[in-house]
């Protein structure tokens, strides 16, 4: 990721010694930029995915909405860099079950109910759970 640009505000209000209007605003607009950048973000539309059969999850979309009235079997398979992080969130009634190709832990997979999500994110040879929302993990 790139550096962060910090915005000088000078010593006391209007002495002339921090960043100009159009300085501190190239700072803020290139602070946006790394930050969309790191999350994965395009210009043309927010980096999603809707699943409604049993498939395989996109490892480089880092959400992906579960839509479907019955059970959704999902595999989710490994990624390529450390730090990658992945939000599955159940927009419909039935189950999603969630099952990873590698793992760090004991865990195997995860069954994700209506309006209720889990974030993974990989690290070195498997996915960690991170985040749950009334989630069963097994």
Request: glycine fraction near 10%; include cysteine.
């Amino acid at each position: 990721m790139s550096t962060r640009e910090t915005l000088q505000t000078g010593t006391v209000a209007n002495d002339g010694t921090g960043d100009s209007l159009r300085d501190a605003a190239d700072k803020i607009n290139t602070n946006f930029v790394n930050l969309w950048n790191h999350i994965g973000g395009q210009d043309s539309d927010f980096n999603s995915e809707t699943i409604t059969i049993d498939t395989a999850a996109s490892p480089t979309s880092p959400i992906s909405f579960c839509n479907a009235s019955s059970a959704l079997a999902v595999s989710l398979p490994d990624a390529t860099l450390d730090g990658t992080s992945k939000r599955f969130l159940n927009i419909n009634s039935g189950t999603a079950t969630i099952t990873p190709s590698s793992t760090n832990g004991s865990w195997t997979n995860v069954a994700v109910t209506q309006g209720r999500g889990v974030e993974v994110v990989w690290h070195s040879t498997g996915w960690i759970v991170v985040g749950v929302d009334g989630i069963t993990v097994s």
